[in-house]
């Protein structure tokens, strides 16, 4: 959404504005040192991977089972029997979305490491494990 010329970043000041977005408390002096520890060529631009760094470094706060509500939510969307468990055709959708510039290869590669048993479907566990690195 703040990256309106879709250039694949946005720049640096505009974190603040997420932050405040979100509703989200952090300390001016911090959100500075992160955004220049993410931008060590000073050009004012942070790349959607430093921008996660230096947002997740906030949100973080966020209590675990918070997360984990709303990522149980985000599946149930896709589970719609509540079966437990979403096709891998609905994963490649969901990252597919989450990201346009995927090749097929690639998401072929991204799905069968998440679907680590080629069940052809892909549990609460594993999606978590996917959506949280954990």
Do not use: W
């Amino acid at each position: 959404m703040f990256d309106s010329g879709k250039k694949g970043s946005i720049e640096k000041e505009k974190v603040r504005t997420i932050l405040n977005t979100l509703g989200q408390a952090y300390n001016e002096a911090e959100l500075e040192a992160l955004l220049d520890e993410n931008d060590p060529s000073g050009s004012g631009l942070l790349n959607f991977d430093s921008f996660c760094k230096v947002a997740c470094h906030f949100l973080e706060s966020e209590d675990d089972e918070a997360l984990q509500k709303e990522l149980k939510e985000a599946f149930r969307l896709y589970d719609k029997e509540g079966n437990g468990y979403i096709p891998t055709s609905s994963l490649r959708e969901i990252l597919a979305a989450l990201d346009d510039q995927l090749t097929n290869d690639q998401l072929n590669e991204m799905i069968a490491e998440i679907d680590t048993d080629s069940s052809g479907t892909v549990d609460f566990d594993e999606f978590m494990e996917m959506m949280t690195g954990d």
